[in-house]
C-alpha cells in the first residue's frame, strides 16, 4: 500500500510512492529576466535563444520547490544574490550557476533568509 504524509515540521515523507510534478513550458527567454514570474508550477522546462540571466523568481511559500531543466541549446544563468531582483525573490547559491542545455537545478526557498537556496544540481 502507498501513503505520503506531512509531518508538522512539513516535512514529505513517502512510502512506495512518487512525487509526480507536471512539467510547465513557458515563453523562451528572450532577455535577462529580473524578478522573473513564468506562472505556476514547480517543474519549469526553460530555453533561451542566445544566453540569458536570471537574477531573481518571484517568491513563494516557505519550502516552495523548484525544478529547473535547460530544455534548449543556449546557457541559462542564475545570478547569485543580484541585486536586479527584489530581495525576497533573490537566489543564494555557492555564485552564479550557469544551467546548461540539458542540465537542471532543484531549488527550495528559505522564508528565514528570503532567499531561492539549490538542494540539486545536475
Known amino acids: 500500500m502507498s501513503s505520503i504524509g506531512v ?6 515523507s513517502t ?3 512518487a512525487l509526480i510534478f507536471p512539467m ?6 528572450t532577455a535577462n529576466q529580473n524578478n522573473y514570474n513564468p506562472g505556476t508550477g514547480t517543474a519549469f522546462r526553460l530555453k533561451a ?3 540569458r540571466e536570471i537574477t531573481g523568481w518571484v ?16 546557457n541559462i ?3 547569485d544574490n543580484s ?8 537566489f543564494d547559491l555557492p555564485g552564479d550557476f550557469t544551467i546548461t ?9 528559505d522564508t528565514i533568509s528570503l532567499r531561492w537556496r539549490a538542494f540539486s544540481i545536475k
Open 7 to 12: 509531518d508538522s515540521s512539513r516535512v514529505i
Open 15 to 17: 512510502q512506495e510512492t
Open 24 to 29: 510547465v513550458t513557458p515563453a523562451q527567454i
Open 49 to 51: 535563444e542566445s544566453s
Open 59 to 74: 517568491s513563494a511559500v516557505d519550502g516552495k520547490i523548484l525544478i529547473l531543466t535547460n530544455v534548449g541549446t543556449q
Open 77 to 79: 544563468k542564475l545570478k
Open 83 to 90: 541585486t536586479s531582483s527584489l530581495e525576497p525573490n533573490r
Open 101 to 109: 542545455p540539458s542540465g537542471g537545478i532543484s531549488l527550495i526557498y
